[in-house]
């Protein structure tokens, strides 16, 4: 047996929301790994800023030893967990879709500025010119991913990887917003539907605290 | 045989083949991950209107792009990481590359918020666009920078000012980092004065003599 004294203790930082440490929380879920889901609240967030390397949440404690940067955490806890795809190219793959997951954000980020009241502007006219093709730029190619891969409800090799988990919540948050976006690619719908079907994932999805993004 | 034939092409280096612009960009940290490895590689560069005229059949999209015995594999820095664990410049241990993973992704955020400037940094030399350059410089220039090499220096100095931002080896975000610094330093000089730890790390990595013979011989664009 394995002494759980062996197993480093793991604390993940972040404000009350999901965003792309959600990612990390689901690795932990997934991986039946205890962590403490550390929520900071934005009142309390100038006192510890200090605190974090980068200045910026969410940052992982491993042991105490901080790893910053959203991304950064997933890639480190996915390895450790074995959600890195089975190869080293496999890894890069899934590397390079969450990076061009990164991209898909920096893409639409303007109309949920405009649509979560952030930034003046007209919601219609934003969802027009900016969200729809940026989903159509990027989905077009994810659901092509998924597809050349198999149609194995995966988008890189045969197992669950971290970014099945990154496209599952970004599916969630969007159609929120903008119901039936993600209609057209029936693919990426299938990846999500396998994610949530996992027991674990699915309860904590019922019991996680619920927050707009 | 047969058998001896499969070993063979196990045992035998992938081919590589990049393709990318012209210049140096965010593709140059590939280019340079093959030289320090004396890995050979097919280095691609398009001109002119060669982008332009196969975007559409490119595999993502957009560049750089990397074959590997023809396999494709998008996206700048997966693309770096992948040959940075290929050749052996991602620190150490795990946590190492969580954190030359950490400061690259730092990196990316840093080029976003430095858009609006990189524009007017590349024209500021052309008829008008002085007054659009020096407004862009304090308005966007100077806090992405401020903010940027301001964790960098932190995070140089907590590692030991040893010449390498994570653990004691080279690893890819040096690379990063250093060549970046070098594009600064060439259209807006004086911009990363004041900040001695960067200085420290770009004199101790351009002095690794590998890199040096590179940035020697390759191909000079001023990004």
Redesign the interface.
Known sequence: PVSTLAMPSYKLSEFDTRGLAEVSRQLFILSGTPYEDNRISKDQWPALKEKY???ELPVLE?DG?Q???????A??LA??FGFYGAN??E???I??LA??A?DFI?DIHPYFAIAMGMVAGDTDKAKAEIALPAIKKHFD?FEKVAKDNGSNSHFVGSNFSYFDILISEFVFSIDSFLPGSFDAFPTVLAVRAKVTSIPAIKEWIEKRPKTVT | GVSQATEEKKNMSPVYKFTYFHGRGIGEVARQLFFLSDTPFEDVRLVGEEWMKIKDQSPWGHLPWLEIDGKVLCQSFAIARYLAIQFGFVGKTPFESAMVDALGDQYKDYWNDMKPFFMPMYRQNMEGMKEEFEKKKKDVGEPARDKFYGILTKEYKKNGSNGHMVGDSLTWIDLVVVDHMGVMDHYVPGFLDGFEEMRDLQKKVNANPKLAEWIKKRPHTPQ
């Open positions: 390397g980068f200045g491993v030893k790893i910053p940067q959203s991304l950064a955490i890639r480190y390895k450790e080293a190219f890894a890069a793959w590397d390079a990076d061009q990164k920096s190619l």
